[in-house]
Every structure is written in structure tokens, then in C-alpha cells.
């Protein structure tokens, strides 16, 4: 069982993949590095905004930047979580029903073992 603090950084990284814009960016990153120009041309958002939601994502320690002069350009600084997430979101898996007899058997089941 994971313990809080472990809880509490999970929470807040899953929290950096649960807004549209953002996954719009991490999806645009993917690609290769963007300035925040680039992605204005490519996002239906204002400068402003993706710059914000590139601070959560800097927070989450999902994408980082190099600056040069005043123009600072993003990338992917833990890739491989990040495309598999991405992956993992684009998934088409089944939605199960169960019924209250189906889930009293798993219970017994379970609690022989």
C-alpha cells in the first residue's frame, strides 16, 4: 500500500494530465520541442494560458525548457511516462457490469483465499 506522501505526488502528477489544454500540449511535445509561439499557432489558446498550463506541467516535472534570449522552448523531460500515459488515456477498453450476484461470489471467492 502506498503510503500518503506517495499518494499525495501521484495525485498531483495525475493531476497535470486532467486538463485538455495540457494534454494538447504534452501531445504537441511529443513530436519534438515547441516555443510557446509554436504552440499558439497550434492550440486553440492564448499565449497566456498555455504558458500557464506549461507552469503545471514544469511543476510535475513533465517538461522542462531551454531559453534563448527571451524565447523559451519546450520538450518532454520524462518522455517514455509521458507517451505511455498518452497511450494508456487512448485506450478502448470495455466498460464491466457486474451483478450483485457476480460480486458476492468474487467476495466469497476472495475471502476463502
Known amino acids: 500500500m502506498p503510503n500518503s506522501n506517495d499518494s499525495r505526488a501521484t495525485s498531483e502528477l495525475l493531476k497535470a494530465f486532467s486538463h485538455p489544454t495540457r494534454l494538447a500540449i504534452l501531445q504537441e511535445l511529443v513530436s519534438g520541442p515547441k516555443c510557446v509561439t509554436d504552440m499558439e499557432d497550434l492550440l486553440p489558446a492564448r499565449q497566456a494560458n498555455i504558458s500557464q498550463h506549461l507552469s503545471v506541467l514544469r ?11 527571451t524565447q523559451r522552448c519546450y520538450y518532454l523531460s520524462r518522455q517514455d511516462l509521458v507517451l505511455d500515459m498518452l497511450a494508456l488515456l487512448q485506450r478502448n477498453d470495455p466498460v464491466l457490469t457486474r451483478s450483485p450476484a457476480e460480486i458476492r461470489a468474487e467476495k466469497e471467492r476472495l475471502a476463502i483465499t
Do not use: I
Open 59 to 69: 511543476h510535475a516535472e513533465l517538461v522542462d525548457y531551454a531559453q534563448e534570449g
